[in-house]
């Protein structure tokens, strides 16, 4: 089994900047993928961006250009960069680890309110 810790969520400003953390309790070099989704109320669960092992990476047309998923092997941890924040990216967000077997976190809220 594998944890997943997500941290960093909050209230912030339109316009302003978030950088999320998801701390897993195994390598996250293991995972064929490592994933944020989001879920805000009454919404069903929707793909933010994914990081593949060797790096690759992909984004839902919302966030592209905003948002930066990166990792760090070393520390099993990885990181969603929000930059310019709208209200529309208010949502709980979720890390993913895609393997034999997919885990998820607990989640961390982010709110965009002015």
């Known amino acids: 089994q594998v944890q997943l810790v997500e941290s960093g969520g909050g209230l912030v400003q339109p316009g302003g900047s978030l950088r999320l953390s998801c701390a897993a309790s195994t390598s996250i070099f293991s995972a064929n993928a490592m994933g944020w989704f989001r879920q805000a109320p009454g919404k069903e669960r929707d793909l933010v961006a994914t990081?593949?092992?060797?790096?690759?990476?992909n984004y839902a047309d919302s966030v592209k250009g905003r948002f930066t998923i990166s990792k760090d092997n070393a520390k099993n941890t990885v990181y969603l960069q929000m930059n310019s924040l709208k209200p529309e990216d208010t949502a709980v967000y979720y890390c993913?680890?895609?393997?034999?077997?997919?885990?998820w976190g607990q989640g961390t809220q982010v709110t965009v309110s002015s």
């Open positions: 993913r680890y895609y393997g034999v077997y997919d885990y």
């Open positions: 990081i593949t092992r060797g790096g690759s990476t």
